[in-house]
């Protein structure tokens, strides 16, 4: 059971339900690329400041579903408005800084990109989608992308339960 962390702001009530750490399972597809399954953590954090510090991380998993090589990081800030939207950053190691702008409603997080930026070694990736969802507990989340020239299309999900201390 999830009870609101002490010393939470007052504006971050609405996604006090994502703080934690979160771990499960994706799938990602994408054309000319072999699907694949990956292992994944969230971390989602206060420190009493009107933001929250994401943190995701994934990796390939075994046949036991144990990482065995990382594939990708993201970190950055959700700052909620009090007027139901949602403004993320979000930075990548493989050169790509986002600017995400979206909508709380319960919980359910829609977001889509404002801007991409990357450096000349990126992929060519140039806008998002994301849905994020709290479903029977766990964390719901879909990220449909546009790269170079393919269209906005479904690329990965994800489904992830709370870690327990």
Sequence with gaps: MFEIPEGLNSNLLGLAWMIGRWEGVGRATWPGEDDIEFGQQIDIAHNGGDYLHY???TFLI???G????PLDMETGFWRPQTDGQVEVV???PSGVAEIWYGSVTGAKIEL???AVAR???AKPYTAGQRLYGQVEGDLLW?????EGDQALQSYMWGKLSRATA
Excluded at 66 to 69: D, L, Q, S
Excluded at 142 to 146: C, G, Q, V, Y
């Design 55 to 57: 943190l995701s991380q």
């Design 62 to 64: 075994d046949d036991d």
């Design 66 to 69: 144990k990482a065995n090589e």
């Design 90 to 92: 979000m930075c990548h």
């Design 112 to 114: 889509a990109t404002d």
């Design 119 to 121: 450096t000349s070694t």
């Design 142 to 146: 879909t990220f449909d992308k546009a």
